[in-house]
Each structure stands twice: as C-alpha cells, then as structure tokens.
C-alpha cells in the first residue's frame, strides 16, 4: 500500500492516531492537523516522523517537542513518561552497576510505569521492547569491562 510509505525515504512505516501527532508536535501544528491517522517513518537515517500522503501533510524532527530515540540520538530517551534516557540505564548497569535485569530498571528508574504511550511516545506504544534492548545494550557494555 503506498499510502503507508514514507514520502522522503519511501520505506513503509507505522501507524499512529492522531492523538499521539497532536500531542506531539509543536502547538503551532495542532491547529493544522487533518487526518485520523499518521504514517511514523521508522528509519533511523531519515528526518520525516510523520506523515499522511492523503492529506499531504509531512512532520520533521524539528516540528516535534520530542526527538525520536532510534533518529540518530547522541541520548536518546527511552522511556518518554518518565523520561528515561539511555545514559540513564548505563549508569545503572555498568557504572553503579546497581541494577541487572528489566525489572531492575523498572523499579529504579520509574521507566514503563508512566502509563501515558499514547501521548508521550512518538510511537504511540508502550517502550517495553526498547527498554529491552536498552537493557541487553548496557549489559553488554557491563561485561566487556570484565
Ligand atoms: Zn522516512
């Protein structure tokens, strides 16, 4: 279907409800906000997040309040409600090397407890499976200190 493909880089992308564009995007866009649902490009190298080719409406990067974590993040966050960045769950498992599991970082940082997916995560779902890979990511920088 290429109503789904991104206009810039043309890979197929998410969906996303307006709710989670709306609550997204700078105030200036809200106001000009047409469709239901949104396109959310998903490749890393590419600045469009969303984006409707019905309505012809396109959002950078820069028109969102967020940066988008897998867009080429120097920190990117992983948990949006609490506003859990990458950095965050590296300190906790290899430098204070206080935490070791998911849930670790769960009851540490607050991180998936939020709750608010729909409003705060530029994908509009749950970071469990990022946090996931944040999780393996550090533990891996933990045991190539050892
Ligand atoms: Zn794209």
């Not at 105030?27 to 600045?47: A, V």
């Not at 009851?107 to 890979?133: F, I």
């Amino acid at each position: 279907m290429t109503m789904d493909l991104c206009p810039l880089c043309k890979q197929e992308g998410d969906r996303v409800a307006l709710i989670t564009v709306e609550s997204l995007v700078k105030d200036y866009f809200r106001k000009h906000l047409k469709s239901y649902t949104y396109g959310f490009c998903t490749n890393p190298k590419c600045n469009v997040v969303y984006y409707n080719n019905d309505t012809d409406e396109i959002y950078f990067q820069r028109d969102l309040k967020v940066p988008v974590w897998f867009k080429e993040q120097d920190n990117p966050i992983i948990c949006y409600c609490k506003n859990v960045t990458l950095k965050d769950i590296i300190d906790e498992i290899a430098i204070k090397k206080t935490s070791s599991t998911v849930e670790d970082i769960i009851s540490k940082t607050g991180a998936m407890k939020g709750c608010q997916c729909k409003t705060q995560n530029p994908s509009g779902k749950c970071c469990r499976p990022v946090l996931e890979d944040a999780v393996a990511f550090a533990l891996e920088l933990r045991d190539k200190e050892k």
